[in-house]
């Protein structure tokens, strides 16, 4: 059986979705009242692959909240995400995604050294970050993107928001070796580790991300950030490809400009319907169809019964296990969403 440990995208978000699934009690409490809520598994999910094999799964809600790391609750955050893992291996889960900021919190306050919850101690092969096959996607979604609006890789600069980051480092070392892309701009706020990934990368211009914008044909936005950034869309380049794969979103502002193509980032398309309710609530387009990449991971793992944490840790990502977790993305039916 796979999992899939998730969280909503802020308070407001969280009231709404507790309201729609029939927690009431929920739905009416302040952020004091998520802090110390436990973790619930809200959905059975069953997915059939284009082979024809069928897995099941368990959704499991942590009950974090991106306001609680904004407003310094980094240890209620811990204990969400403990809680959660707790909750998922005591259910005799296999494999579990560790969705959105469940990851970063794992690796943020090494929660390796905290592995014993309670009267579990904590079998971390059970688990995956699924950063490999986001990583994986959003590289398909530059080339895909790239081809079908007219943007030749060859003469591009693509900017990478969040470079130094797991997925962001991966992306970079794609970019670099599987394509022919022009220029390559790094972005994240700490300076060395930008100095670090330049010079394993041998090549990249560090920048800011208002210098970088006008100079990019495209721009993975792939940074932990609690809140959405505000942009000026004005400064953009004309045609210009934005890959969003933030969770939330890195970009606040919402762009309908002609020549400016927003993309969903990290995100998925089924090939077949899947049975489950959870993707309505975090607002795909084609709920039965379209998921994070990271809890396709799971499912991958779950098809080809590799019950290992295939993505773990930082910046350990190879191209080379991308394109392994990719070749069996294709083959049960996963595609990349170019919206
Ligand atoms: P990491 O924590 O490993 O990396 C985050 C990166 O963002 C670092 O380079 C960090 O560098 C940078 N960063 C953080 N804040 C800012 C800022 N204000 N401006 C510029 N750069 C910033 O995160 P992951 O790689 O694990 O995840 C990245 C994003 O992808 C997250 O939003 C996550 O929720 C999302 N995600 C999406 C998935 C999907 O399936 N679609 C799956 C998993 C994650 P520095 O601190 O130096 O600025």
Aim: net charge neutral; glycine share 8%.
């Amino acid at each position: 059986m796979f999992g899939l440990i998730g969280h909503l995208t802020s308070l407001a978000h969280a009231q709404a979705v507790a309201k729609d699934l029939g927690f009431e009690e929920y739905a009416e409490q302040d952020l004091e009242f998520w802090c110390s809520a436990p973790p619930q598994i809200v959905d059975n999910i069953k997915v059939t692959s284009i082979t024809g094999q069928q897995i099941e799964g368990r959704y499991v809600e942590s009950c974090f909240l991106p306001e609680m790391l904004a407003g310094n609750r980094g240890k209620t955050a811990v204990r969400k995400i403990l809680n959660a893992m707790a909750h998922a291996q005591k259910y005799g889960i296999d494999i579990t995604a560790l969705g959105g900021f469940s990851s970063i919190i794992f690796e943020t306050f090494n929660l390796s050294q905290m592995r014993q919850v309670r009267n579990i101690q904590l079998e971390i092969e059970r688990f995956t970050t699924g950063n490999t096959h986001t990583a994986y996607i959003i590289c398909r979604q530059v080339e895909e993107a790239s081809r079908k609006y007219g943007i030749d890789l060859s003469k591009a600069t693509i900017a990478v928001c969040g470079a130094t980051g797991d997925i962001g480092s991966a992306v970079c070392r794609w970019l670099d070796t599987r394509t022919e892309i022009k220029d390559l701009i790094l972005v994240a706020r700490n300076q060395d580790r930008l100095v670090e990934l330049q010079a394993q990368l041998g090549r990249g211009k560090i920048m800011g991300i208002e210098q970088a914008l006008p100079l990019a044909d495209i721009v993975v936005w792939v940074a932990s950030m609690p809140k959405g950034m505000e942009i000026d869309p004005s400064t953009l380049k004309r045609p210009c490809i934005l890959i969003d794969g933030g969770y939330p979103k890195n970009m606040s502002t919402q762009i309908q400009q002609p020549e400016v193509y927003v993309i969903n980032g990290g995100i998925v398309e089924h090939s077949l319907d899947i049975d489950w309710k959870i993707m309505k609530i975090v607002n795909m387009s084609t709920p039965a169809r379209q998921l994070f990449a990271c809890f396709a991971e799971s499912m991958l793992l779950e098809f080809e019964g590799w019950h290992t944490n295939f993505s773990w840790g930082r910046n350990q990502i190879t191209v080379e296990n991308m394109e392994k977790i990719g070749r069996v993305s294709i083959k049960h039916g996963f595609k990349p969403l170019i919206a």
